[in-house]
T-cell receptor, first 113, second 115 residues
Framework: GNSVTQMEGPVTLSEEAFLTINCTYT??????LFWYVQYPGEGLQLLLK?????DKGSNKGFEATYRKETTSFHLEKGSVQVSDSAVYFC????????????FGTGTRLTIIP | EAQVTQNPRYLITVTGKKLTVTCSQN?????MSWYRQDPGLGLRQIYY???????DKGDVPEGYKVSRKEKRNFPLILESPSPNQTSLYFC??????????????FGSGTRLTVV
């Protein structure tokens, strides 16, 4: 079955540091890949997505590139801000007509001033 | 505003007392789903619905029921809640056509505590 593995958290960084949150997946075919963000007390919001190999999703300074050869979709940001403190979830949807999104366990990110 | 609305946001109940968490979406989405979020386990799907009167089990359906009598509503029913159902619950919806491109729209969550 499909699965998503994220790096263990929590992750604590200083403001303006470089961020990487690793995500690898297991799925057959060519899944769509997503990063969701969950701010404290809120639901999940779509941060960015990529639907085919080598696509780069980007939003709010975050980027992730769909790497089919390494089955990865790592999230990066060049200079984090305190407002980026949240829980980040990597997710996939396969292309076999299964509408379920499979999520990773989430990575809690805390940015300190 | 396009949104998924869940109620209540917070609920404390006692073991065995039936409860319903409501979910409503205003985007005419065919697909709706319930997830629970637990520390270290991420989000796990409870039930989903492809359209009116079409529901199916997800990965952790035990102890839950759902119904889809109208396209916009997808309530989650706990007939006899137990403490192991203490969790954060999310309702989500999507257009079937757009799901692979845009994923789900999530509600704000319902934090349920069963004592």
């Amino acid at each position: 079955g499909n699965s998503v593995t994220q790096m263990e958290g929590p992750v604590t960084l200083s403001e303006e540091a470089f961020l990487t949150i690793n995500c690898t997946y297991t799925a057959t075919g060519y899944p769509s890949l997503f990063w969701y963000v969950q701010y404290p007390g809120e639901g999940l919001q779509l941060l960015l997505k990529a639907t085919k190999a080598d696509d780069k999703g980007s939003n709010k300074g975050f980027e992730a590139t769909y790497r089919k050869e390494t089955t990865s979709f790592h999230l990066e940001k060049g200079s984090v801000q305190v407002s980026d403190s949240a829980v980040y979830f990597c997710a996939l949807k396969d292309d076999f007509g299964n509408e379920k999104l499979t999520f990773g366990t989430g990575t809690r990110l805390t940015i300190i001033p | 505003e396009a949104q998924v609305t869940q109620n209540p946001r917070y609920l404390i109940t006692v073991t065995g007392k039936k409860l319903t968490v409501t979910c409503s979406q205003n985007m005419n989405h065919e697909y709706m789903s319930w997830y629970r979020q637990d520390p270290g386990l991420g989000l796990r799907q409870i039930y989903y619905s492809m359209n009116v009167e079409v529901t199916d089990k997800g990965d952790v359906p035990e102890g839950y029921k759902v119904s889809r009598k109208e396209k916009r509503n997808f309530p989650l029913i706990l007939e006899s809640p137990s403490p192991n159902q203490t969790s954060l619950y999310f309702c989500a919806s999507s257009s079937l056509r757009d799901l692979g491109h845009y994923g789900y729209t999530f509600g704000s969550g319902t934090r349920l505590t069963v004592v």
